[in-house]
Every structure is written in structure tokens, then in C-alpha cells.
């Protein structure tokens, strides 16, 4: 039962009489304080009063409309709508709360302030605004450490993030879904070709290429020739193993990338996100490698001590590296907001205005990998 509805069994005088005061007592009320711009304890109190003034102005239409029904002057009340039918009744309330301050949140990426309804939350309560959004997504169609894209390492869900894409971003990103998820990716042997072979296209050693007809082995990934024996060896790539021996690389099983470890633990992830060891390549946790070479470890803590003395910090490269073991998968947690030029250590990139570094393994990551690489 409505407010309004409690009146009908008052007689007029009483049921005017109080209508009318009501009206009188809302229309006194204080306005609601404009909204900080920033969030805080006072953008939640001027969020709430807001909401309040307008749940008040609200009631107020309605008593005006039910004055109307019982036949009780309005006139010398100020503002009033011309409400003749409850049809008016309802879109004049949906005009006052149209007025209201719409709740608003910083994005995480750019800073600004978005109404929620334009922004998607994520699963670790983060806020991005559909422009943020949008261009993340199409940044992981290109480089696919940033794919799926996700913040702290929880995927966004694609059916709430989808709604603020645009309609062309939405039709190519779904078109390329399987292939950036594909952590064994096949493409067409056909150099003139090279374009992406489905897994629903692969059958055992053979995979057909369905624009240009062209049949290409899950094996070797080179031109299929109906060979059933061993793969024949392609020069090019032998060439590149014969360095990589030299060199100490590692070829990461999954995705075959050839990756090069210069600091840090042997727990290598690789960007199709394929976890292994840099000694003998096995999937990680099945070997019993050493985590650390000793040599990378301390050459990794001087780089550390060196750099953060430039900033004013004393550090010893022996308590750095014992730190380091202690903290090598601390997943970045803790972080720190340092001002200057820096080289994130995630992408390469060189940061200019500032860089985050983590307070436990003291890793420098820019604002992107920080929050969409790890």
C-alpha cells in the first residue's frame, strides 16, 4: 500500500490538511549539497543526501496528484506539474529522477569519473571506463600478453564486458577469440597465406587450410607432404636452434617461442602463458631444478641496490638477493607509485612521468602490465 493510499478513508479536511503540510515540509527542506568530484567519506554523504532530496521530491508529485483526484486545490503550491492522467503522474517522476546526481566512479586507467552503468567492474572491483575498455581489447588482438584481458589476473567476463564495446570491435574480437586463445596456434605453411588454422580444421599430423586450400603439419608446422615418418628438418629453424643452444635459450614447449632469461628465477611463464623451467624446459613443479642461478640472482639484486641508491636508497646486494629468494612469486601486490624515468621490466617500455615498483621483489612495471599482464 502506498503512502497516498493510507489517506482514502480521511475525510477531506483531514486528508487536505495533511497533504498539504507535507508538501509545505518538503519544499523547506534543505537542497542536497553538490557531489565531491573525487571519491571519498564526503562524496558518499553528498551521494546519499541526493538520493534522499530526490525520493522526497518524488513523494511530492505524488501527493500533488493525488490533491488533484481528491478534488483539493494546487495552485498556490510553487512548480506545480499538470498532472491529468497517472500516465503524466509517472513520466513526471521519471523526470525528477532523471534529475538526480547519478552515481559516479573513478576508472582505474584514466582516472576520470564514469556513471557505473558505463563501465565495467571487475573481478578484483576494479572500474574501467568503456573507452579504457575498448582500447585494452584491442590492444590484446595485437600482443597477446595482454590476452585474455583481465585485470590482477582474473579475465574479464566477455558478456559483461562486450555491452560498452562498440558494435565493429565486438563482430572482430569475436572473430578472433579461438585463435588468441589457442595456446598452440597453427597457421597456414603457404608463406603468401599464413593465416590461421582452426582446431576444428586439424586432423592428427594434417591440418587443411580453409582459404587456400593448402595442408599443413601439426608437427613441424611446415608444408604437409603426407610424410609419416619424421618431420623433415627446415633449415631456418635449425639455424635458430643452433643459436639458441649456443646462447642458453629455451623453447617454450607450448607455443614454441624461443625465450632468453637475463635475471631472475628459473620459473619462467611464457607469454601464451605456459609455465616451465628455464634449465631443462619441463612444465614447472615437474623437475628438480634449482629455482635460482646463483650468478643471475646476484647480478639481479646489484641491479636492484644500484638503482634504487640513484633515488636516494642504501641497499646491500647480499640481503637483496637473500630477499629476493624469499619474495620471488610474491604476484605484486604491494606496490608503489615512484616518480621519474623508468624501464618497466614487464613490456621494455620506457616510462617517463612515473613507474610502479613492488615493495617485495622490487619489480618496476608500468601501469599496464601491472594490472593486465600479471
Not at 517522476?93 to 559516479?104: D, F, G, Y
Not at 585494452?136 to 595482454?146: C, G, H, I, P, V
Not at 617517463?352 to 599496464?368: G, S
Request: aromatic share 6%; glycine share 6%.
Amino acid at each position: 500500500m502506498s503512502d497516498t493510499e493510507q489517506l482514502d478513508d480521511l475525510d477531506d479536511v483531514t486528508a487536505e490538511t495533511i497533504t498539504r503540510f507535507e508538501i509545505l515540509d518538503i519544499q523547506d527542506t534543505t537542497p542536497a549539497p553538490p557531489v565531491p568530484a573525487r571519491q571519498g567519506p564526503a562524496r558518499d554523504e553528498a551521494l546519499k543526501a541526493q538520493q534522499e532530496q530526490t525520493a522526497r521530491e518524488v513523494h511530492r508529485v505524488e501527493l500533488l496528484r493525488y490533491r488533484e483526484v481528491r478534488g483539493f486545490a494546487n495552485a498556490d503550491f510553487p512548480h506545480v506539474p499538470n498532472l491529468a492522467t497517472d500516465e503524466d503522474t509517472d513520466d513526471q517522476v521519471e523526470e525528477v529522477v532523471n534529475r538526480v546526481v547519478p552515481v559516479v566512479y573513478d576508472c582505474t586507467s584514466c582516472g576520470d569519473d564514469h556513471p557505473l552503468e558505463n563501465m565495467l567492474v571487475a573481478p578484483c572491483d576494479h572500474r574501467f571506463c568503456a573507452e579504457c575498455l575498448e582500447s585494452l581489447y584491442r590492444a590484446s588482438m595485437k600482443d597477446e600478453t595482454l590476452f585474455p584481458p583481465r585485470c590482477h589476473g582474473a579475465p574479464f567476463p566477455y558478456e559483461d564486458a562486450s555491452r560498452l564495446l562498440s558494435p565493429e570491435l565486438r563482430v572482430e574480437f569475436s572473430a578472433k577469440r579461438e585463435e588468441l586463445a589457442d595456446r598452440n596456434k597453427l597457421y597456414c605453411s603457404v608463406p603468401t597465406c599464413s593465416a590461421y588454422i582452426p582446431a576444428g580444421d586439424r586432423s592428427g599430423r594434417t591440418a587443411a587450410c580453409t582459404k587456400c586450400g593448402m595442408s599443413t603439419c601439426t608437427d613441424c608446422k611446415l608444408s604437409y607432404r603426407g610424410h609419416t615418418a619424421v618431420c623433415p628438418r627446415d633449415p631456418d629453424t635449425m639455424d635458430v636452434l643452433s643459436i639458441a643452444q649456443r646462447e642458453g635459450w629455451r623453447r617454450c614447449d607450448s607455443c614454441k617461442t624461443m625465450v632468453e632469461l637475463n635475471t631472475g628465477c628459473n620459473h619462467m611463464t611464457c607469454r601464451c602463458r605456459h609455465e616451465f623451467c628455464y634449465l631443462c624446459g619441463a612444465t614447472w613443479n615437474t623437475c628438480e631444478c634449482p629455482l635460482f642461478d646463483e650468478d643471475r640472482l646476484l647480478e639481479r639484486a646489484q641491479v636492484i641496490v644500484d638503482r634504487e641508491a640513484e633515488g636516494g636508497e642504501a641497499g646491500d646486494a647480499a640481503a637483496m638477493a637473500d630477499n629476493l629468494r624469499e619474495q620471488h612469486e610474491c604476484g605484486h601486490q604491494n606496490m608503489r607509485w615512484v616518480g621519474g624515468s623508468h624501464v618497466c621490466e614487464g613490456c621494455g617500455d620506457n616510462m617517463k612521468p612515473f613507474i610502479f615498483r613492488c615493495r617485495q621483489c622490487h619489480t618496476q612495471l608500468c601501469y599496464r602490465c601491472r594490472h593486465h599482464r600479471t
